[in-house]
């Protein structure tokens, strides 16, 4: 028998055959189970108290067919059940995100029409919800930078004053109006007066921006939640977990094995594109070559690499479906996970977080009339950012170059 030789290129060269055949059903059941954990935590985020705030979770015929769908759930346990409206949109952004790109991967597989217009409106919904957490993440490192750049340790009372309200927000009643749970808590004037002058303004300016945009995102998601466009969603999800729009018969008996090999081949493609050889470099010179320029977008390398996040997280959907397996996290890890894609996956999350807080750095440098010693300190903090990015691209070909290991 001829040795079969593994190629460090081909995520999947070490998994072996799936453990379930990689036919439509598969790719049914798949879409089945995404679209009973999207109704689950679509009413877990009501029961939480999100949906009593006036959100919209009240869809006029989504929730009763979606509690049938959850109990209709095939070859599915039920998930843990999310702590909280924070977790429970959570889970329905995962779900949202699973949704459409195995909807985009599988494709030629499912009905046309029903395809191309289920795709956008799971993926509109999944980055709307997504905003909010953005904007409250993007805050969080960019103070925390700013502590760590003056020398002083990072405030302790942030995880508290964070860890409080959620817990007040589990256990309150319902209130008319649904509040703004803060993310990240203001430094009291004790951990303020350890910074400069500089870098303390420069902290405020970023904290009235960033929370001003989050409160936006705040608004944007709720009135999402609350529109028809989402209840039309709710309700095609919640047909989704009892029937499958296939093309046709013989989609059902299709393997899926090329169009997951299509998805690997674009993703790989688009890596090959990169500048993996200027990553691996200790200090990229070419990341300052736009370092001064007025574009708000200076950087047109960082495109291509949310591209390839993208196209990899479309590669670990397709994964999962010919394996069978029903992740519960994003970035998780089960039986069958490559753990070159989940370091890879790390790695380009960590370059998106730290592009976007540049970029959010560089913008509030741009405000009219602030002080010189706030635009050094903003200055000094987008540096520090696109040293992170450049960081995470050597972290993402040092991850991406190893031989594929499945645990």
Do not use: C
């Not at 999310?82 to 779900?95: E, S």
């Not at 002058?197 to 999402?224: E, W």
């Amino acid at each position: 028998m001829a040795q079969r030789h593994l190629d460090p290129t081909d995520p999947t060269a070490a998994a072996g055959p799936p453990p379930v055949p990689a036919g439509g059903d598969a790719l049914a059941d798949y879409l089945r189970a995404q679209a009973t954990e999207f109704l689950r935590a679509l009413r877990l985020h009501r029961e939480s108290g999100a949906g009593a705030h006036g959100n919209g979770a009240q869809s006029s015929g989504a929730h009763p067919s979606g509690a049938g769908a959850v109990d209709r759930g095939r070859g599915r346990g039920p998930a843990p059940a999310p702590d909280g409206p924070v977790d429970a949109a959570r889970a329905l952004r995962r779900a949202a995100r699973r949704l459409s790109g195995s909807l985009h991967t599988f494709q030629p597989l499912l009905d046309a029409e029903w395809a191309e217009a289920m795709r956008p409106e799971l993926a509109w919904l999944s980055g709307t919800l997504a905003l909010e957490h953005a904007y409250a993440s993007r805050l969080d490192r960019l103070l925390q930078a700013l502590h760590r750049l003056s020398g002083s340790a990072a405030f302790p009372a942030q995880q508290a004053g964070r860890a409080a309200p959620a817990r007040a927000a589990a256990t309150a009643e319902p209130a008319p109006v649904a509040p703004l749970a803060p993310s990240v808590t203001r430094p009291s004037p004790a951990d303020r007066g350890n910074l400069t002058v500089g870098a303390a303004k420069a902290g405020a300016l970023l904290d009235r921006q960033l929370t001003l945009a989050r409160t936006r995102a705040h608004s944007t998601a709720l009135q999402a939640l609350g529109s028809s466009r989402f209840h039309a969603v709710a309700d095609k999800v919640a047909l989704l977990a009892s029937e499958v729009p296939l093309k046709d018969t013989a989609a059902a008996a299709a393997d899926l094995r090329p169009l997951a090999a299509a998805a690997r081949d674009r993703l790989t493609d688009a890596v090959a594109a990169l500048p993996l050889v200027t990553a691996g470099n200790p200090y990229n010179a070419q990341a300052l070559v736009h370092g001064l320029s007025p574009d708000p977008a200076p950087h047109p390398q960082d495109a291509q690499w949310h591209q390839v996040r993208l196209l990899l997280r479309l590669h670990r959907y397709a994964l999962e479906v010919l394996a069978g397996t029903d992740a519960e996290d994003a970035d998780g890890a089960d039986g069958t996970t490559d753990v070159r894609l989940l370091a890879a996956g790390e790695a380009l999350d960590r370059h998106r977080d730290a592009s976007e807080a540049a970029a959010a750095a560089a913008q509030a440098a741009r405000t009219p009339r602030i002080a010189p010693a706030t635009a050094y300190a903003l200055g000094v903090l987008h540096a520090d950012q696109r040293h992170e990015v450049e960081a995470a691209r050597y972290a993402f070909q040092h991850s991406w170059r190893k031989e594929p290991i499945r645990l």
